[in-house]
Each structure stands twice: as structure tokens, then as C-alpha cells.
């Protein structure tokens, strides 16, 4: 209901949950509450636990913000995870912070809900206080203090809670990190699937400075670009800026996203006693020249915004049409921290192989001697040279292949000249791949996958590599062996192009074929015709399955 509603008018999001929780002067007997009132350690600033101790609160704030005119609350959950949690020793308690928080907005949000202006509860899923993509050892660039794993298990916890008690929809927000963002929605879709249900799924970033980059460094578009593989309500950014600082980077996601367009910003940057001025009237007009540039479809307000700046956004957006969605073309887009597209204009797209252990000797030997830092060296080189993405091998029997590949993928990530290019993942072993791709925060592409072992797995295989969001290249290779020649070449790619598209709706843009050039100049006669093979089958491919590489 709310993708329709979203055509024809611009919905207005509440505003900052702990601005007004600080208006209550709350002490640490609301936080503890008699549920927790022998509690191991002090809770106040939990401001989520309010959901469980001081409903009452919790609830007068988000029927204040819709008194106001919010069509959307955020349930008060943004720091409702495990990891989030640990600080407080209350990670035992998560589902349940979850559950009465979402419950507790949903009945806010029916009391106030008409059949001309119907509420909805947006389940409020925060980045936590982890990054995956950056180290907090300056000692140890390939160090992390959380894995994609444990982020992924973290967030279905939570959403599992939020679910269960009645959101509307999945609101990943204030993405400081995208691989964090990444393992949240790899645990949506987890959940959707064990529970054969969806909901619509919103993500809101936050450019950090005037730089234009999230705190692990993406541009706007290579954020977006990262997260696309997901049928998402909206795209937006929140937080950290102000309302007219915020807008060029709005505008990046609005001109190229095929979602709806967010943003909740601050009520102006903060002042030196870290507090926000920005009135409503003045923030509002700033949001005013949003929708004046068809730039947004749901607007709000984050650290500092209050029920009246709140009312203020809902009397100016009732004044303007919701920005259409644009016609995207259907082009290969992936991204390190900056994006790169591959349209039918591009010349050919080069890729880095002297990260790969098959592919330089000299590279072979600083992996076998654990000399990561000059083997750093070696992908800076090729991405100086013109490589527009590099492709990372450790298939070698005396190399730890899955321990090399994280180890050096993330030192990878700790280095802004060599990690502003696309990653491409590639091993003989599926759980070397996988294992890459909860590494890498940008959208990369697999090397490779193929019919060897069957359809089956060839599908599960596919369905991952497009949950994690990457590309993929697909070996001319099936149950029977290796395509050899063109009739081979093009059978066998046909019918992995014609599962991909009608079995995994994978994008047809985000698949790279390999049609096997083999040996030639050999002088065997058998070999004589490999290379016109290729040829053919290579030109075969671009003229009869659409899209793809």
C-alpha cells in the first residue's frame, strides 16, 4: 500500500527520537525500571530499553511526531542489536527490545491511522557501534572487530523482533559503513525467505563531511551502486549534515536511483555545544527546495528535528508532487568506493591480474612469505596502470587460500588508492568466494561459477553471489567437461544465460561469460580452429543474449 501511496504524494518521516527523550530529564531509575532494577551496570543513555521501562514515553513521542502530521515512526530500536547491546551486558534481552518496540508504535500509529491518511511503523535498524570495512588497530590495517557473520546474525536477531511485532517496513539507517549495510540486508532477506514474507525495505546513508563519503569512504553513487541488487522502497541519506549541505548528495541518488527517494537531515550542523539551532520554519524551506527540484519522496528529520519541525515539513510537502522514478538503463555498474559503469560506449574494461597468485610469480612469493604490505604494492601498481578493477586469486596448494584472501581484502580496504576500483573475487573453491564477498563493501565480481557440478548447484551458487550483490563470470564449462568448440561454447552458454534470467533473475547486465580461448599456435591440428572459435562464439553471445559480457 505504501508503494502506492508513494506516487502520488511526498510522506513525511518523524524526527529525532533521543532530541526528545532528552526533554524528559530522565534518570537511571526510568532506565532500569523494576524488570532491571538489580541490573549489573548502569543503563542510562540505553535509550531503547525506554521501550520496555518507560513505555508511556516512548509512546507520547511518537504521538506527538504524528499529532504533527508524520505519515511514518521510527520504532525506537536503533540501537536493538546484540552487538549494540554488549555495552549495557543486555545482548540476552534484544528480541524482546525489538518486539515491545515495534508493537508499542504500531498501536500508536492505528489510533492515529485514517483511510485518507493511513500511519506506518518503520523498524529502526542502526549501523551498530562496529564497522566492517575499517580497522580499529592503526597498528593492524587487516584487523576488524566484527565480521560480516556476526553483523548478519546480530540484525536477523533483530529483525526477527520487529517483525513479529508489526512494522510496516525494514529501515536500515544511518549507514556509515556499507558493508555493515550489506550483512543487514543479506539478513532481511534471510529472514523473508525462512518466513515467506516481505516487507518494503528503506536505506539511509550518511555522507560523514563535506568530503561526499561515507565514513568508509563511498561516494553517494557507489553506495548506491553497492546496495542495488535489493528491490528497495527508497535510497536516501540522513544525518550528520544539515539540510542544504546534505542536498547535492540527495540529488546523486535521486537523478540515478530506480527507488524511492529519502532524506532526514540534521537541523543544521551542530553548534559548539554540540546542539542543533536550525528552526523549523528555516529547515523547512530548506527541504522546500527539495521537492521544488523533484528531488524526494519521503522527508524528516534526524538529530535535533522536534514535532514542530516535523509539522512544518508536512505543511510544505502537502504543496508538491513526489519526484518520479527515472528510466535507468540497463548498464554493468559496480563500485570500490567510487562507481564504475560499463555501458555500450566503454572501451574495454581492464582487470588487474597480478594479483593473483597464478597470474605473477613475484606477487606468489610475497603471499607464501606473509608479506602483505608489499604485496599491497603490487594492486597499487595495477591500479595506476589502468586497472579498473583487480582480480584477487589465492588458489595455491601451500597458501591458507580463505585466511590470505580475508587477510589481504582487507588490507585492500584500508587503502583508498587501490580500493577506489571493484574487486574481482576469484577462486576454484565456492567457499574462498564466499568468503570474499563479506569483505568487500563495493559491488564486486565473482571469478568464477559454472555448470561443472549440475544445476542445482549452479542456481544455489548464483542466488548467493546476487544476495551478497556482485557481478559474475560464467565459465563455458557443464556436467560434461569443457566447451571446445562453438557449437559448445554457445549450447553451454545459452542454457546458463537462460537459467540465470528465468531460474535466479540475475541481472542479464551483471553477467560475464568466459568462452574458453584455450591453446593456440600450437601447431596440433586439433587446436587450429580454438581461437576463431572464440571469436565466433564470443560475437554469438553479444548478438543473441542480451546484455550480457
Known amino acids: 500500500m505504501i508503494e502506492d501511496i508513494l506516487k502520488n504524494k511526498i510522506l513525511v518521516l518523524d524526527g529525532a527520537m533521543g532530541t526528545m527523550i532528552q526533554k524528559h530529564s530522565l534518570v537511571e531509575n526510568d532506565f532500569r525500571g523494576e524488570r532491571f532494577k538489580n541490573h549489573d551496570c548502569d543503563l542510562k543513555g540505553n535509550n531503547d530499553l525506554l521501550s520496555i521501562t518507560r513505555p508511556d514515553v516512548i509512546s507520547s513521542i511518537h504521538e506527538e511526531y504524528l499529532i504533527a502530521g508524520a505519515d511514518i515512526i521510527e520504532t525506537n530500536t536503533f540501537s536493538s542489536t546484540s552487538i549494540a547491546q554488549e555495552d549495557y551486558n543486555l545482548s540476552s534481552i534484544v528480541y524482546d527490545l525489538n518486539f515491545h518496540s515495534a508493537d508499542l508504535a504500531k498501536k500508536v500509529a492505528i489510533k492515529h491511522s485514517t483511510n485518507e491518511k493511513p500511519r506506518f511503523v518503520a523498524g529502526s535498524i542502526g549501523p551498530t557501534n562496529r564497522t566492517a570495512s575499517i580497522s580499529p588497530d592503526v597498528e593492524n590495517p587487516a584487523f576488524r572487530a566484527i565480521s560480516f557473520d556476526q553483523l548478519k546474525e546480530s540484525y536477523k536477531e533483530q529483525i526477527s523482533g520487529l517483525i513479529d511485532g508489526g512494522v510496516d517496513i525494514l529501515l536500515v539507517e544511518t549507514v556509515f559503513d556499507t558493508l555493515n549495510c550489506k550483512a543487514a540486508l543479506f539478513a532481511i532477506e534471510e529472514v523473508f525467505e525462512e518466513n515467506n514474507k516481505r516487507l518494503p525495505i528503506m536505506v539511509s546513508g550518511t555522507i560523514t563531511d563535506e568530503s561526499g563519503r561515507t565514513l568508509s569512504g563511498q561516494t553517494a553513487e557507489a553506495f548506491l551502486t553497492s546496495i542495488s541488487h535489493i528491490p528497495l522502497l527508497s535510497i536516501g541519506f540522513n544525518c550528520a549534515l544539515g539540510a542544504s549541505s546534505m542536498s547535492q548528495y540527495v540529488k546523486v541518488l535521486s537523478d540515478k536511483a530506480p527507488f524511492y527517494i529519502s532524506a532526514f537531515p540534521n537541523a543544521g550542523l551542530p553548534n559548539e555545544m554540540g546542539e542543533y539551532d536550525q528552526s523549523p520554519n528555516g529547515m523547512a524551506k530548506q527541504l522546500e527546495d527539495y521537492m521544488k527540484r523533484d528531488m524526494v519522496n519521503i522527508i524528516g528529520g534526524c538529530c535535533g528535528t522536534t514535532p514542530e519541525h516535523i ?14 522514478k527515472p528510466e535507468i538503463t540497463k548498464e554493468m555498474r559496480l563500485s570500490g568506493l567510487e562507481a564504475v559503469t560499463i555501458s555500450s560506449n566503454s572501451n574495454f574494461i581492464n582487470i588487474g591480474e597480478r594479483t593473483n597468485v597464478t597470474g605473477s610469480l613475484k606477487f606468489k612469493r ?37 585466511e590470505s584472501m580475508v587477510n589481504f581484502l582487507n588490507l585492500v580496504a584500508s587503502d583508498p588508492d587501490i580500493s577506489r576500483v571493484p574487486v574481482m573475487v576469484d577462486s576454484s573453491k565456492w567457499e574462498i568466494i564466499e568468503e570474499g564477498l563479506k569483505c568487500i563493501q563495493g559491488k564486486g565480481i565473482v571469478n568464477s561459477i559454472s555448470l561443472k557440478e549440475g544445476e542445482e548447484e549452479f542456481i544455489k551458487q548464483a542466488k548467493t553471489i546476487k544476495r551478497y550483490g556482485a557481478a559474475v563470470v560464467v565459465m563455458a564449462f557443464d556436467e560434461e567437461g569443457q566447451a571446445v568448440n562453438y557449437s559448445d561454447k554457445i549450447r553451454i552458454c545459452k542454457r546458463a544465460y537462460d537459467i540465470l534470467i528465468d531460474k535466479v533473475d540475475f541481472p542479464a547486465e551483471d553477467i560475464i561469460f568466459d568462452p574458453n580461448i584455450l591453446t593456440v599456435a600450437t601447431g596440433i591440428e586439433e587446436h587450429n580452429n580454438y581461437a576463431v572459435d572464440f571469436f565466433r562464439a564470443t560475437k554469438w553471445i553479444k548478438e543473441n543474449l542480451p546484455y550480457a559480457k
Do not use: C, H, T, W
Open 366 to 402: 610475497l603471499i607464501k612469505e606473509d608479506n602483505f604490505e608489499e604485496a599491497l604494492e603490487v594492486a597499487l601498481n595495477q591500479v595506476e596502470g589502468g586497472a579498473q578493477a583487480i582480480d584477487v586469486n589465492m588458489d595455491d596448494g601451500m597458501l591458507d587460500g580463505k
Open 311 to 324: 509539522k512544518a515539513f508536512s505543511d510544505v510537502a502537502k504543496q508538491y508532487r513526489p519526484r518520479k
